[in-house]
């Protein structure tokens, strides 16, 4: 009975790669320079309080204002999600 032939397998070659659909669905270069602004803008608020003894930055607000100024600092978490 004759042998059979064996066949030589293919090199792998990868796949393309795929090239991003649009620039405009990818592009998120404000993602950091928001994040980093709303940080500064969370911390100088804290820092603003205690140093002023409560007279700044709205006085009105009290203790309050702590929790504003962690608010901007948790909105800078919030847009950070948004970071690729």
């Known amino acids: 009975m ?20 649009s620039i405009r669905l990818t592009n998120r270069s404000w993602v950091a320079p928001v ?26 607000l009290g203790n309050w204002n702590i929790v504003v100024g962690f608010g901007f600092i948790a909105a800078g978490f919030g847009v950070s999600t948004q970071w690729k």
Do not use: C, H, N
């Not at 004759?2 to 659909?21: G, H, L, N």
């Not at 803008?41 to 009105?60: D, K, R, S």
């Open 35 to 60: 994040m980093l602004a709303l940080f500064l803008i969370g911390l100088a608020w804290i820092v603003v309080f205690y140093v002023t003894e409560t007279q700044l930055p709205i006085e009105a």
């Open 2 to 21: 004759p042998k059979s032939r064996i066949r030589k397998k293919d090199d792998y070659t990868p796949p393309p790669t795929r090239q991003p659909q």
